[in-house]
Antibody, heavy 122, light 112 residues
């Protein structure tokens, strides 16, 4: 069964950085595009970034462009999100999520991780 | 880019049925959408994808009480025989090569 397990969240000061990780199991990560989606406290879901199955195509929401970097290490079955120049409005639970269709550029999410909380506060 | 519109809240009685709506913006009415359920304090869970034709494909383990349908720019999620555990937030999602991914604002379902 597919599973995604995020880690790396925590409390960080404004302007600080963190690296979030998402360990995949139960499927071959290298076959699937992946996303990061976040949810601020009491708010809805917001797409953050995506990466193609081979790592060649990366896309970012305007709100994080230039500050966040998505990457993957298929040999370790792990997805990453480097988050930098953090602001209070980046406080959220960050979820990694898997695209349904193998080797597709786009498509629906069919599995979500349990999330990791990032709190930006001085 | 596509925009998804959902009502902020809905309510229905235990054992009854409810139909949630996700409306696609003008120019995007043929798009496929997906429905996700988020129970309180939990991560979202994929329920199904719904095509403009009304065809839908459910995820593994999703109860038969959940079904999908479509009419024009509207995509529906119908839950029959409502149970207490169906009380949750429901989000619709769509995607394209330019926008990558868009979510609706979510509907909070209360089971009375």
């Amino acid at each position: 069964q597919e599973q995604l397990l995020e880690s790396g969240g925590g409390v960080v000061q404004p302007g600080g950085s963190l690296r979030l990780s998402c360990a995949a199991s139960g499927f071959i990560l290298s076959n699937y595009g992946m996303h990061w989606v976040r949810q601020a406290p009491g708010r809805g879901l917001e797409w953050v970034a995506s990466i193609g199955y081979d790592g060649n195509n990366k896309y970012y929401a305007d709100s994080v462009k230039g500050r966040f970097t998505i990457s993957r290490d298929n040999s370790k079955n792990t997805l990453y999100l480097q988050i930098s120049s953090l602001r209070a409005e980046d406080t959220a639970v960050y979820y990694c999520a898997k695209i349904m269709i193998s080797r597709a550029a786009i498509g629906p999410i069919d599995y979500w991780g349990q999330g990791t909380l990032v709190t930006v506060s001085s | 880019q596509p925009v998804l519109t959902q009502s902020s809240s809905a309510s229905a009685s235990l054992g009854s049925s409810v139909k949630l709506t996700c409306t696609l913006s003008s120019g995007h009415r043929t798009y496929i959408i997906a429905w996700h359920q988020q129970q309180p304090g939990k991560a979202p869970r994929y329920l199904m994808k719904v095509e403009g034709s009304g065809n839908y494909n459910k995820g593994s383990g999703v109860p038969d009480r959940f079904s999908g349908s479509s009419s024009g720019a509207d995509r529906y999620l119908t839950i029959s025989n409502l149970q207490s555990e169906d009380e949750a937030d429901y989000y619709c999602e769509t995607w394209d090569s330019n926008t990558q991914k868009v979510f609706g604002g979510g509907t909070k379902l209360t089971v009375l």
